[in-house]
Structure formats: C-alpha cells, structure tokens
C-alpha cells in the first residue's frame, strides 16, 4: 500500500504561481510512476504530469508545457508540481497519483486507470 497526501493549493490570481506537494509513504517508491492530474467541475480528470522516480524522466500534457514543472525529492519521498503564470482554466481539484510499472525506464503514463493509488485531490483556484 502507498499513502499520497496532497498539499500546497489555494487561491491565486492569474499569472501567479503555486507549488503543490505529495507526500508519499508505505511501499518504496522506486519503480514507481508519480503523476499529477486534475479535475475541474463538469469535466474529466486529466493528465497533467507525470516522473518516473527511479530516472527522474518527466512528461507533460500540451496545456501546461512551459509552465508546469514536476520533481521529486527522494530523501523526502515527495512529488512536487511547480505551477507558473497560472490561468483561470488551471482551476480544479489537483490529485497525486502512484503507478508500480515494471516496463521500459522511460515510459511515462498518462491514462488514469492505469494507476494504482490516489491522494485526496487539493484544490487550486486562480482567479482572473
């Protein structure tokens, strides 16, 4: 079992920036996929990033390249999304996720019903 505990959201105004972290405990994270995704009201939840813990390789839906950066701190077990110059259409519920995948070291997922663990989701809202 994996635990994710999801913090560091909020309001910000557009243009803005927000740092969000997952906490991660229980099994070792070390062929793990961790990504972030969200969901805003009435909709889907979508990919947004994602790293593999091992190769530190990352990935990034289209909508946030350039301005979403993911990292991990292995000492700390955390996952962290760097969210700059932040738009109205970043707002949704952000949510931590955890995959064990024993494939290729760089592949990065991106469907969420191939990950196996879920934080409680943390809200970010960016005003205009």
């Known amino acids: 079992q994996v635990q994710l505990v999801e913090s560091g959201g909020g309001l910000v105004q557009a243009g803005g920036s927000l740092r969000l972290s997952c906490a991660a405990s229980?099994?070792?994270?070390?062929?793990?996929?961790m990504g972030w995704f969200r969901q805003a009201p009435g909709k889907e939840r979508e990919f947004v990033a994602a790293i593999r813990w091992s190769t530190g390789n990352t990935g990034y839906a289209d909508s946030v390249k350039g301005r979403f950066t993911i990292s991990r701190d292995n000492a700390k077990n955390t996952v962290y999304l760097f969210m700059d110059s932040l738009k109205p259409e970043d707002t949704a519920v952000y949510y931590c996720?955890?995959?064990?995948?024993?494939?290729?070291?760089?592949?990065?997922?991106?469907?969420?019903?191939?990950?196996?663990?879920w934080g409680q989701g943390t809200q970010v809202t960016v005003s205009s």
């Open positions: 996720a955890a995959e064990y995948y024993s494939g290729s070291y760089n592949y990065i997922e991106t469907d969420r019903d191939e990950y196996d663990y």
């Open positions: 229980g099994r070792t994270l070390s062929s793990c996929i």
